[in-house]
């Protein structure tokens, strides 16, 4: 499973970088480096706190109607949708399984391994961006965030969020 979610943290840079943060946070290119750093930094830990509603990686939210859309980010879906069902490493596009909805474990490693890559594709000087040695780390720092992930997300399905 390791190297399973190693391979996805890697492909899961591709579609990190399709959120843009580094643009929102300095659209004029002003900040010094080292502002940079600390501002990417904050944003990174900003984007992925799940208290953050109207931010969070993985919601939609509707400025228009005001509602979130709870694990529906157009990025996060089409990165999870890809990675799962096109891609020949994984066990479903193996099985060849025609389901009706996603799984809440195959949404929660899809949560913490694309979380891994917008740390990764946002602070590639601290973890390495691309060295091997660092891509495996997804196991060490990843896998307790996946199994907090699948609690909060089976919390929020079952309407135990804040209203």
Known sequence: MQLFCSKMANASETY??????CGSID???????SEMSLAILKQCETV??????????????????????????????????????????????????AWQTTPLPILAISAATLACGLRRVLQPQAVGKGKHTNVVRY???????QQQMMT?????????TPR
């Not at 659209?27 to 480096?33: K, S």
């Not at 909060?152 to 135990?160: D, I, N, R, S």
């Open 152 to 160: 909060g997300m089976g919390k929020a399905l079952a309407h135990e």
């Open 27 to 33: 659209p004029n290119g002003t900040l010094e480096p």
């Open 48 to 97: 992925t706190f799940p208290e953050n509603w109207s931010i969070y990686y993985l919601h939609e939210y509707n400025c228009k109607m005001k509602n979130i859309s709870l694990f529906s980010n157009p990025i996060f879906l089409q990165f999870q949708s890809k990675f799962w069902y096109t891609n020949n490493v994984s066990p479903i596009f193996r099985q060849n399984v």
């Open 139 to 145: 196991t060490a720092e990843y896998h307790c965030l």
């Open 16 to 21: 990190a970088e399709m959120y843009d943060l």
